[in-house]
């Protein structure tokens, strides 16, 4: 059957074969294995308990050790994106390898924080959106900007 405009519908036996083999397809990728590992913390932060707390609260499941792995982490392909988030935000900032940075690196990732903190870029929207816990407060700002130095 075709439309007026000469494409053909889809019928209900696209359908029928289409949708299995999506529900195969889904439930397939669920044996692809994703890494979620959450490696020995070698240092803290070594800042104020605010500022440690706002941290824990909005950055350290994705630059830190110290990941809570959600349900939906475990459910391809949301799965394969939240562990690519977190291995790259450990990547550009671990705050669990605080030990590792040296003393002008933590200054500049003390600066950085809080930078991408006040211009909304961090924590980034969508996780904000499924931690609303995350948003950071203006008294959580200040706290970054204090340890800053700004």
Known sequence: MTTGSGKKKCCGKCIKVCLPLLLVALVAIQFVPVERTNPAVSMEVDAPAD??????????????????????SKVAPVSWLVAHDVEE?????????WDTYSA?????????????AEEGKMPIWFYVMLH???KLSDS??????????E
Do not use: M
């Open 140 to 149: 959580d700002l200040a706290s970054l900007k204090a340890w800053a130095g």
């Open 89 to 97: 935000g450990r990547e550009h900032v671990n705050f669990s390898e």
């Open 51 to 72: 500022v440690v707390a706002v941290l824990k609260q909005s950055c350290y499941d994705c630059h830190s050790n110290e990941t809570t792995w959600p349900w939906y």
């Open 104 to 116: 002008e690196d933590r200054r500049k990732i003390a600066e950085e924080a809080y930078e991408e």
């Open 132 to 134: 609303g816990d995350a």
